[in-house]
């Protein structure tokens, strides 16, 4: 994902693993469609800042780190709706 990319140096941070980038894809699909679309990208902040807190001590690496915040969303969201009757808010 060049644009991804080239966002992530001009923010001076490193680029996203693809395993960092299907799990918060994933986990942004799931925020949009089991709670609420226009809360993802404030989802998404959110776990970033979470993850830079963690950084700060030093003790996790950046994808164990997302791995642990998006844990805590996942345990957060609404159960999933029966199959087929999943919609979109």
Known sequence: ??????????????????EETATLLATARSVAHRVERRVT?????????????????????????????VAQLEALLPPREPSGSEGVV
């Open 41 to 69: 990208p404030l989802s998404a902040f959110l776990l970033g800042c979470a993850v830079g807190r963690g950084l700060q001590d030093g003790t996790a690496t950046r994808p164990e780190l997302v791995r642990e915040v």
């Open 1 to 18: 994902m060049e644009w991804i990319d080239g966002l992530a140096g001009a923010l001076a941070q490193e680029a996203l693993t693809d």
